[in-house]
């Protein structure tokens, strides 16, 4: 994907947030086609509006990642926060299932989701320019030669 009309068309950061707002909405659309029978660390999430409409929180921040891969930089952090907001949330109800609902598994989970927002994190702040070729293929010569 790097290269070609998709690398020239969204760049990037692009290509980050069409990779994960396809993500996110997957793994919505999962939750939706089949609910976790066992509701473990969500339990606090169905307490407040059910597992199904947090899953379609993931498929709409997912989408508007998804949209914002094809606008011009700068203008596209609205979809890093979109993509930011679900992992957060979740993190949020496993770390309260570990502490409050004595769920330990719950801190492991937590922390996988914390993993995914930080990379959004990264991803947000990486440049769009490229590192400039190095001098040996500026000249045409392979860089083993």
């Not at 993500?23 to 609910?35: D, V």
């Not at 509006?49 to 989408?63: E, N, Q, Y």
């Not at 949330?89 to 496993?94: E, L, M, R, S, T």
């Not at 937590?110 to 990486?126: E, R």
Request: contains cysteine; proline residues 8%.
């Amino acid at each position: 994907m790097p290269g070609g009309w998709w690398g020239a068309r969204l760049g990037r950061r692009g290509q980050i947030l069409l990779i994960a707002g396809v993500g996110e909405m997957s793994w919505g659309a999962g939750f939706l086609a089949e609910p976790a029978p066992n509701l473990g660390g969500l339990a606090i999430l169905a307490r407040h509006g059910g597992v199904d409409r947090w899953a379609w929180v993931w498929v709409a921040c997912g989408l508007a990642a998804v949209v914002a891969a094809f606008v011009r930089i700068g203008r596209d952090w609205p979809g890093f926060a979109a993509a930011l907001a679900p992992p957060l949330v979740w993190a949020f109800a496993y770390m309260a299932a570990a502490l409050v609902d004595d769920y330990t598994r719950g801190a492991w989970v937590a922390v996988w989701y914390l993993n995914w927002a930080f990379f959004i994190m990264w991803a947000s702040a990486v440049p769009e320019h490229s590192v400039p070729p190095s001098p040996r293929a500026r000249r045409g010569r392979e860089p083993w030669a």
